[in-house]
């Protein structure tokens, strides 16, 4: 029986203190515990950011790649050990900015894993500049007059490219968010969960200004309907939905399927290392 303490880490909290950040820590742990999945079965991969520092403060499998450049590690670690239960652990910046490229193709692809983003519209680990998703004319520690770019939205894009899993949480209702990443974990094929997490230091609104605007989607929400999952995937400002957004259990094929199927019968982890003459034949090809 996993407990919680199983998934606790020696290692030295780096987020200011009070960061929404450790709301959105305490409800992965409790979705990991729900899961009854021990340690070893769990990678988390993250970029550069504060909120790539998450997998730090989790004892499990992790990898922290380049900066916008998690997506395609965890989608390599799916095909190759398809047993791990992986998840992505991003921010705004780093996911839709550095890594938007990345963000936009793993839609398409479909693998299994699921990517999570701490949104607080703002650049925090480098000292507040603007991110993809600052709202318009918020002014920040470098665009002193304001940001005169319009906003990504990276939940209608989701939508748009074909995303089967789309949700948006909010990293100060702890209980609501684990149950958001738990049907997002168990989701099979690509899912995605946005949270709200307000800045303390650079962000350019208080935790007091999102919660006077969210808002749950009622019990009688239809979230197979796309059509009305658009209107809320764009909805901000006066009025933020959070919940499940839209779920689609009649998705196509997922990434790395057709390989397995017609390439390699079990798994990849089995394969081990080729003799080393192998390789240097290989290389050979390529002089």
């Known amino acids: 029986m996993v407990k919680l303490e199983d998934y606790s880490s020696n290692i030295e909290n780096q987020w200011c203190p009070g960061c929404s950040n ?5 409800a992965m742990k409790h979705a990991l515990l729900a899961l009854d999945k021990n340690p070893e079965e769990i990678c988390l991969v993250s970029g550069i950011g504060q909120a790539a520092k998450l997998p730090h403060y989790l004892k499990c499998n992790f990898f922290n790649g380049l900066h916008g450049r998690a997506l395609p590690i965890a989608v390599s670690i799916n095909i190759v050990n398809p047993e791990l239960t992986t998840i992505v652990v991003t921010g705004d910046g780093d996911c839709y900015g550095e890594g938007g490229n990345h963000f936009l193709h793993t839609i398409r ?4 894993i699921t990517l999570i ?3 607080n519209q703002i650049y925090g680990l480098t000292k507040g500049q603007a991110s993809p998703t600052t709202d318009l004319w918020d002014k920040t520690r470098l665009q002193f007059e304001g940001v005169e770019l319009e906003p990504l939205l990276p939940l209608a894009t989701a939508l748009l490219h074909g995303c089967s899993f789309i949700a948006r949480g909010y990293a100060g209702d702890i209980k609501h968010l684990s149950e958001l990443f738990l049907e997002a974990i168990r989701f099979k094929g690509f ?3 946005d949270v709200i997490q307000p800045c303390i230091s650079y962000g350019t609104h208080t935790a007091s200004w999102y919660k006077e605007r969210m808002y749950k989607l009622p019990d009688n929400y239809d979230f197979n309907n796309k059509r009305e999952a658009l209107v809320k995937t764009t909805e901000w400002g ?17 990434f790395g399927d057709h390989f397995k199927e017609t390439t390699f019968n079990g798994k990849l982890t089995e394969l081990g290392f080729p003799p080393h003459k192998t ?7 390529f002089r």
Do not use: A
């Open 191 to 193: 899912s995605y969960v």
């Open 109 to 112: 692809r479909n693998p299994d």
């Open 117 to 119: 983003v701490h949104n």
């Open 238 to 254: 006066e009025k933020i939905p959070i919940g499940i957004l839209y779920r689609n259990d009649k998705q196509g094929r997922l």
């Open 279 to 285: 390789i240097i034949e290989m290389m050979e090809e």
């Open 22 to 26: 450790f709301g959105i820590l305490t």
